[in-house]
């Protein structure tokens, strides 16, 4: 009320300030925003509907393309601007009409991974309260904390050895790593809107891009890459199993990680780079906090179990999300936290509305044609190259076709399978091709902060803002090429694999 | 943190206040409210799975059955009842196995009906936020709030004036009511944990219980109405129309409302029963605010716009809820509200919680046969019976069986079909069926505080805990039977309806 009186008295009382003015400094701003969307979708809206793409499916291309813009402007935050993109396509009839149209464009809310992404925000939160992640955080302090590099260091080697064990990379980054992560941050002062910001976001960016690291070394490292296995076999011939993908991703697997804490120390440097102070105050807070609580414990068991749970899922067949979802039921049962503070978690709905929405737009961009076409597209430059180079071409367009997707897995869904079959064509070789798709289906979730549901908790706190997030990733991309290109083909090639 | 340290402290101190001990009292209370929910679950479990009913759709039977009694005895809240229930049924296997388990899980997610209750919370919140409801509210308090009595009629005559006009009864109460009657009450110093919580809660009641009679009025008052014509068509061989609709429903309708606002006010008496001083105070208030905010202003035509949005569904045919949600996109796009407002607007996310779930679940139990063969009961209860006594006990068995279900739509999907045939084979009058079955279609929402979107929203606010809303139900519902029984059935013979 207090807010809302401040303001109308202020337009009142004809206040000089900028932001009165029908062209005032806030106006233009605005426009600033909104024109690169509005300039956008204009020209791909006015480029005319390629063959093969239903008139629905372009405008659907048209929104969403301009929805990356505005994640770039801001004319608004993520959610709100998920939210006009529905409303536009629901307006222009995109999703059809009726009821059915509706039902359309909340399908994305059903989803499970967008699911298993709010569940993780609602289950770190738990872990924040009950004052494990911080425990956790002081004890990983007290140990490796010497440097801040250190713990860039413990982070990814943390995510190495979880990844072959949890088969949903966003249940490992989002639902584990990333309480962990986060009271790392809040327990050297960082805070996303003041001091030591950029260390946090170093932490943040390790934890981030570690995980994808990790779900392109292994066969169980992410959802989908036993997809990629059927696909392979399919499509191309070769058997592609969990021992073949490892094969090939240990040596640039290892590389990467190695190299990656200091490569993000490098590109985002944090304020605080030694830390013995922070050691020994993380020594006597762990001190003063004194033994476990009984809440600690009840809650560290169960994380235990959830992660029990995440690395069965070929045993019981439960996604991954559903786990997640059981183990809240058992906080609130057990009344380790309360259902106000998961209602209160604003970061869990926000990203329930803009990952639920983008999802909602990427099935209809799949459906309508538009991924079909711009695989055709990719099949035409393809055309005048033959084997290896056909394979790399491929593996390139793949990898930055990920800026059109928010999902790894729709992404491979969408793309993996045609372009077995295109690289086929083109006479590349086979476990080559089986090999950069697979390991570029995880590695190119570096490039936006739409990617993976990781990627959307981590980059959701704030430490680093989108711009730089997008230009970090572009870097990280151009180091994962050099790599695992670098590393890999000589190493492949040892293999017999081309 | 602080809260934290105190709870951790408080163990460690072992301090000798109930709720440390094992069989303390506060164990003794979590035992007591869970033990009838388990009772139930197991009661329903051990009774064996009926023919026609697969052994899935018996445990969605048993786990629903043992969730409306956790409503009830409240273990937890709805939203995290609703969600152990989810849990326990995927847990057992009822919602199939593999990704397809998780996606039938969370189906209720994307529904549109729920979307409109999160949207119409969302709206409400920027009305709130803007002054707009507060204005409206004291414009109405000024004028007509002379008595509390008086409030609760105008109430009803807006839903009257409303009912044909907004074909959703939930975008009509939650969406346009909702924000006036919450302003009401805050403005007359009613908080729902403090005091004057009974005269909100006279307001609200009011609110919730008009908007199922003005539903009940109008072939047009609610989503599923329409529908009602069809299987009248299909099942009774009669002509069930707008007009008919209104011609058996104006005097009963008419009776109801007049009546309603009395009852609700001997049943729930406010504290404040006469407030001239309030209307002074109203009047004074509205001075103080001065003029409309130019954020007020574009609210109010924003708001009207909608309102003409969902009248005019039959034209354009976009559901109830994709306007609503289109409203929220104008509303950030002009910057009349922040998102960071609606993240934090924790009523909206336990609604899409509980009442996703509940939907999730009531799809199943139709889906398993549940449905049908609890239709398949009534059928054998009403087999002795014929004419018009048929159509009485059918329509009384609808009526009532409305608590099983978590939406008015719901219902109608499920049971009216099945129950016009069976009380034309019995011998009913087909006018008669069709005028019972309709209308107690929208009463019977007043049974419980799940029944349909806008009585979600009324009930969450909290003026009126939960047994105390069935209670009331309950006897608002029998004051609805003897009501469109009492006047309707003479009249309806008047008409030559039976």
Known sequence: MAETRESSSGVRAGSPEPGDGLFSRRAAVWIARWLPVVAVALAVRSSGVPEGV????????CVFAATIVGFLTRPLPMGPMVLVALAVLLAVGAFGHGAEAVERMLAGFADATVWLVVAAFLLSGTVVRTGLGRRVALW????LGRTTLGLGYSIAGAELILGPIIPSNT????????????????ALGADPYNERRRTGGYLVLCGSHANLVAAAMF???????PQLGNFAAADLGV????TTWLAGSWLPGIVSMSLLPALLYWI??????HSPEARREARRELQAMGPCTARQVALAVLLAALVAAWASEPVHGVHAAGVALAGIAVILILGLDRWLDFTADRGAWDALMWLGGLVAMAEQLQRQGVMRWFAAQIEQQVGGFTGVWAALL?????FFSMYGFSMLTGHIMAMASVLFVVAKAAGAPPMLVAAVISYFSNLCGCLTNYSTGQVVIYSGLGYVSTPRWFAIGLAVGVFHLAVWLGVGMPYWRMLGWW
Not at 54 to 61: I, K, L, N, R, Y
Not at 140 to 143: A, E, V
Not at 394 to 398: E, K, M, N, S, T
């Open 171 to 186: 249940a490992r980054g989002g639902g584990v790593m990333f309480p962990v992560v986060n009271g790392l941050a809040q």
């Open 140 to 143: 990983l302090i007290s140990k």
């Open 268 to 273: 985002h440097r944090p304020e605080l780079t």
């Open 239 to 242: 058997s592609w199993t969990w």
């Open 54 to 61: 239903t008139p629905e499916g372009w405008w659907f291309a």
């Open 219 to 225: 066969f169980t490292g992410m959802a989908a890459n």
């Open 394 to 398: 491929v593996g390139l367009a793949y």
